[in-house]
């Protein structure tokens, strides 16, 4: 029930009907005894400032953002966390007092996932396929976490200014694979259900035989098990989907707006339910 007292978050992006963050918030909300709410929120980017000072006027608790709107989300902001700076994107919007402090969860939030799914990233090697905005919190993260080399692999690697990519080249894929202890794809090869077809050429021209036996294989799609995820598997290979990644993100932004630990498996099994198939 909604009341004069319930607090509001709220997630915000453009389109934003395929969020799962309500369902997984609002249990968060409810274990730990809180009287708050998530409402989605479809926010075009010419509208994104006038909502967010809506949410800085009313005292939201906060919001999560999600695509387009990360990187304009960051320059609304009165103060950046390190990560959000480093990373230039926000992706947690914390509305401390008369300030608005902008977040990064993403990068933290998919090393988590890794460590809850049984790898350390501390000392290993990895590979991220793509350079775009989710490629370069992944990284981050990465190397945060310790790593020892993260290889970047990009199509246009002259366009990425953020770091010394490599190309996306037969010789470069394979030799970047042969060393991987990890490769993550950060692409968007796997958002499409349905007709594989427009990825399949793409995805048979990656070097999965050249993997260590023990390398991980990633991936941040977390609504479908990607064909990318399934071949791997399909050659013995351990692999994860993004679906803890959304479920660490999302505790490490409840922790920053509340100060309270997260009920992490009310959180998750409010994602499993609100992901499972109707």
Same mark, same amino acid.
């Given at each position: 029930?909604?009341? !004069?007292?319930?607090?509001? $978050?709220? @997630?915000?992006?453009?389109?934003?009907?395929?969020?799962?963050?309500?369902?997984?918030?609002?249990?968060?909300?409810?274990a730990?005894? %809180?009287?708050?709410?998530?409402?989605?929120?479809?926010?075009?980017? &010419?509208?994104?400032?006038?909502?967010?000072?809506?949410?800085?006027?009313?005292?939201?608790?906060?919001?999560? @953002?999600?695509?387009?709107?990360?990187?304009?989300?960051?320059? %609304?902001?009165? &103060?950046?966390?390190? /990560? $959000?700076?480093?990373?230039?994107a926000?992706?947690?919007?914390?509305?401390?007092?008369?300030?608005? @402090?902008?977040?990064?969860?993403?990068?933290?939030?998919?090393?988590?996932?890794?460590l809850? =799914?049984?790898?350390?990233?501390?000392?290993?090697?990895? $590979?991220?396929?793509?350079?775009?905005?989710?490629?370069?919190?992944?990284?981050?993260?990465?190397?945060?976490a !310790?790593?020892?080399?993260?290889?970047?692999?990009?199509?246009?690697?002259q366009?990425? =200014?953020?770091?010394?990519a490599? *190309?996306?080249?037969?010789?470069?894929?394979? +030799?970047?694979?042969?060393?991987?202890?990890?490769?993550?794809? +950060?692409?968007?090869?796997g958002l499409?259900? !349905?007709?594989?077809?427009a990825?399949?050429?793409?995805?048979?021209?990656?070097?999965?035989?050249?993997?260590? /036996?023990?390398?991980?294989?990633?991936?941040? @799609?977390?609504?479908?098990?990607?064909?990318?995820?399934?071949?791997?598997?399909?050659?013995?290979?351990?692999?994860?989907d993004?679906?803890?990644?959304?479920?660490?993100?999302?505790?490490? /932004?409840?922790a920053?707006?509340?100060?309270a630990? *997260? *009920?992490? &498996?009310?959180?998750?099994?409010?994602?499993?339910?609100?992901?499972a198939?109707?």
């Amino acid at each position: 029930m909604i009341r !004069g007292t319930t607090r509001v $978050a709220a @997630v915000i992006g453009w389109p934003v009907e395929h969020s799962r963050s309500p369902q997984m918030f609002e249990a968060a909300f409810a274990a730990a005894g %809180l009287d708050a709410v998530m409402i989605p929120i479809g926010v075009p980017p &010419e509208s994104l400032a006038v909502v967010v000072a809506a949410l800085r006027a009313m005292r939201a608790i906060g919001a999560c @953002v999600t695509v387009p709107h990360k990187l304009a989300a960051a320059a %609304l902001c009165d &103060e950046l966390s390190d /990560a $959000a700076r480093a990373i230039g994107a926000v992706n947690c919007l914390h509305v401390a007092g008369d300030r608005l @402090v902008g977040h990064n969860t993403d990068c933290h939030g998919f090393t988590d996932g890794l460590l809850a =799914a049984g790898f350390d990233a501390a000392g290993r090697r990895c $590979a991220i396929l793509g350079a775009g905005g989710a490629a370069r919190a992944v990284a981050h993260g990465l190397e945060v976490a !310790g790593a020892a080399a993260v290889d970047v692999i990009a199509r246009r690697p002259q366009q990425v =200014a953020w770091t010394a990519a490599h *190309p996306w080249t037969a010789a470069e894929l394979r +030799a970047s694979f042969a060393r991987a202890d990890l490769v993550v794809d +950060a692409t968007s090869m796997g958002l499409a259900d !349905g007709d594989r077809d427009a990825t399949d050429a793409a995805l048979d021209a990656l070097p999965l035989d050249a993997l260590p /036996a023990g390398a991980r294989v990633a991936s941040l @799609v977390y609504h479908h098990r990607t064909i990318l995820l399934e071949r791997a598997r399909a050659r013995g290979h351990a692999t994860v989907d993004g679906r803890g990644m959304l479920l660490h993100q999302g505790a490490r /932004a409840f922790a920053i707006w509340t100060g309270a630990a *997260p *009920p992490l &498996e009310a959180m998750r099994r409010a994602l499993d339910a609100a992901l499972a198939p109707a």
